[in-house]
């Protein structure tokens, strides 16, 4: 059992950044692959970005454009998502999920473990 915990989530006008964080509740990050989804109102949840559990891929969805980098620190069992130059229609609840050997899957129903989620709201 995993137990994932994301903070870092807030208020931020558009082009400003924000860091997110996903905490585990063990040493699991050499064996899981984190993912980072969002929802935002009204809409389904979506992929945003994922690092490997070898911590030597990510993969990011397109609409990232090079704006968020998903990176991790073993020693602290984090996961982070810097977000930078934020858009209005990055509104949503951000979500990391974890799946033991993943293979960066952007579909939900392959990680097997989910935080309770963080609000981001970008003014315009």
């Known amino acids: 059992q995993v137990h994932l915990v994301e903070s870092g989530g807030g208020l931020v006008q558009a082009g400003g950044s924000l860091r997110l964080s996903c905490e585990a509740s063990?040493?699991?990050?050499?064996?899981?692959?984190v993912g980072w989804f969002r929802q935002g109102p009204g809409k389904e949840q979506e992929f945003v970005a994922a690092?490997?559990?070898?911590?030597?891929?990510?993969y990011y969805a397109d609409f990232v454009k090079g704006r968020f980098t998903i990176s991790r620190d073993i020693a602290k069992n984090t996961v982070y998502l810097q977000m930078n130059s934020l858009e209005p229609e990055d509104t949503a609840v951000y979500y990391c999920?974890?799946?033991?050997?993943?293979?960066?899957?952007?579909?939900?129903?392959?990680?097997?473990?989910w935080g309770q989620g963080t609000q981001v709201t970008v003014s315009s």
């Open positions: 690092i490997h559990w070898s911590g030597s891929r990510t």
């Open positions: 999920a974890a799946d033991r050997f993943g293979d960066m899957s952007k579909f939900t129903d392959e990680y097997d473990y």
């Open positions: 063990e040493r699991a990050l050499s064996t899981y692959t």
